[in-house]
């Protein structure tokens, strides 16, 4: 089956924290397959967390639904307005959703499609909800090994898949190991813009 790449949505994600000192050896071994990397970004806010939901001044006033934003100007603007010339260290993404399907339930996202000078990141496998089940599904010791032998040199140094067909497959293993989310879907990660 064909993939399409289907944008839906923008946020802000911090880049203030470093990986090595914002997680704990514990959450480390129990949610990450490799160690080895920069820093975990996802499509969770858990994982890698919203400027939207870590700051006061940005939450008050924030629109119903912004997981992701529909409109990438209005975000923006909004951050803008209340940051100014202070912007927190931060990343401006961009997230899509590969499907086999035409989906007319994202046809309002502004803009509609990827942009040339954006930066791919990787691929994160997910539910609908954007809980990643690569990075925030806990790991039993005796999965973590045969996981890491199989996947290690598919992930980068975001622990994201680099190709599609990777995380298609990692489905599959998100799907059985947790029903309860299932069906999880490959989402990619783009870098729009760099506040640092």
């Known amino acids: 089956m064909l993939l399409k790449e289907i944008l839906i949505g923008f946020d802000i994600r911090e880049m203030e924290y470093s990986y090595q000192d914002s997680w704990s050896q514990d959450r480390k071994e129990t949610f990450l397959i490799i160690g080895n990397i920069i820093k975990p970004l996802s499509t969770d806010r858990d994982v890698w967390n919203s400027i939207f939901t870590m700051y006061e001044n940005l939450k008050q006033n924030l629109p119903s639904w912004t997981n992701p934003w529909e409109n990438l100007f209005e975000m923006t603007s909004y951050t803008d307005k209340i940051w ?10 961009g997230i899509t959703l590969l499907s086999g399907v035409n989906l007319i339930a994202y046809d309002h996202v502004i803009p509609s499609g990827l942009e040339k000078n ?3 990141l990787g691929y994160d496998v997910s539910d609908k909800y954007l809980l990643s089940g690569l990075t925030n599904c806990g790991y039993k010791p005796e999965e973590i090994s045969l996981l890491k032998n199989k996947w290690k040199n598919h992930l980068n140094k975001y622990h994201l898949f680099d190709d599609p067909e990777s995380a298609t497959q990692f489905t599959n293993i998100a799907n ?3 029903p309860e989310h299932a069906p999880f879907n490959v989402y990619g990660l783009y870098l729009i813009e760099e506040h640092l």
């Open 84 to 93: 100014k010339d202070h912007w927190k260290p931060s990343w401006i993404i």
């Open 118 to 120: 954006w930066m791919f």
């Open 176 to 178: 059985q190991r947790v």
